[in-house]
């Protein structure tokens, strides 16, 4: 069945942020869908949501809720992703699943439609996964300068939006902001997101940390660009932090390559790159930041320059918005491709 057939689309998810944001991608895009499932918790089942002039009843998550569903979305976390999407895929659904759960699965692909979209057809276990954020608003940059000169390696700081971490990270930003703007101090019981306070302040610390002093979102930078490239031997280190910025991820990369690079070069091949825009004018105090991006579909790049201590290595400034590109846009995005 094409695309242009119509599908029938179950979202699991449905009542957080991404799965908000799934439903307004495929309502923007013009998704064809025949019928639409909307589940979610026991707690959150009953609730109705707006799609398309109407009104959909939220139905509870359970193992029998995919029969006839072509396409299954899910953005409710690994634990849910890990239990349910086997049986998604058992009763004949495409599984695309936001989550960690099944991205280093050798026989689960993981797709960026930009990069890699032939992986995205006949997965061996009826599952797609979507790559983390900061590595699909990393690898929009990247991706056009590979094909250009052959990407070795990747030194990356993430400048990470408190909404990655959900609602909650939201309001504690914003709990904490109104205390200092008040002339209060922030006490440990408004500390429950983050370990440390986030207002006024960065915190070097996203996911937890491993044996070897990374933590896991770091190392998905690693692992995830080596599978989505196809470049095993690719070396990447990471620092990723949360900063104060409501939304959109910002990184920052150093990136060497095995072919001598131009600035000029570099800056063109995004003209016509989909979903990634050069915005790089630093003497006009054009570059891109957070604001630019949110809400919005593309990446943007800017201060593209020649590094200082690499050969063949450009520095950059990548920006994208993680809940759109970074996880509902690029899973309605695979969806199309199916």
């Known amino acids: ?42 707690r959150s ?23 006839g569903v072509d396409v299954a979305l899910f953005s409710a976390g690994g634990d849910l992703s ?49 790559p983390n954020c900061t590595t699909i608003i990393t690898l929009m940059a990247l991706y056009p300068l590979h094909k250009l000169y052959g990407l070795r390696s990747v030194i990356a700081s993430s400048y990470q939006a408190v909404s990655g971490s959900g609602a909650q990270g939201i309001i504690e930003l914003d709990d904490q902001i109104k205390v200092l703007g008040a002339g209060g101090e922030v006490t ?49 280190t990471c620092t990723c932090v949360r900063v104060p910025v409501h939304r959109s991820h910002s990184v920052s990369v150093t990136a060497e390559f095995e072919k001598a690079v131009d600035v000029t070069e570099a800056r063109a091949v995004f003209s016509n790159y989909p979903g990634i825009n050069a915005k790089d004018d630093p003497e006009n105090s054009l570059y891109p930041v957070p604001l630019d991006t949110t809400k919005k579909d593309d990446c943007l790049v800017g201060r593209i320059r020649k590094d200082m201590v690499f050969n063949n290595a450009l520095a950059l400034w990548v920006v994208g918005d993680q809940v759109r590109k970074g996880a509902a846009l690029n899973a309605v995005q695979i969806a199309e491709l199916i």
Do not use: W
């Open 1 to 42: 069945m094409s695309i242009a057939e119509g599908k029938h689309i179950a979202l699991v998810g449905a009542t957080g942020a991404v799965g908000q944001e799934m439903l307004d991608c495929l309502e923007e895009r013009e998704f064809p869908i025949t019928e639409l499932t909307l589940l979610a918790s026991s």
């Open 188 to 236: 440990d019981d408004m500390k429950n997101v983050y370990p440390h306070q986030i207002a006024s302040n960065v915190i070097p610390h996203v996911d937890s940390f491993t044996e070897n002093g990374y933590t896991k979102e770091e190392l998905k930078m690693l692992n995830e660009s080596r599978k989505i490239l196809d470049l095993p031997d690719l070396k990447v």
């Open 82 to 130: 890990l239990e349910y999407a086997p049986s998604a895929a058992a009763a004949g659904a495409i599984v695309i699943d936001n989550s960690s759960a099944f991205r280093m699965d050798p026989d689960v692909p993981l797709v960026v439609p930009e990069i890699n979209p032939a992986a995205a057809h006949d997965p061996a276990k009826g599952i797609i996964a979507n």
């Open 45 to 67: 089942a009953g609730k109705k949501i707006s799609f398309r002039g109407n009104l959909i009843k939220v139905k509870e998550l359970t193992h029998e809720s995919f029969a």
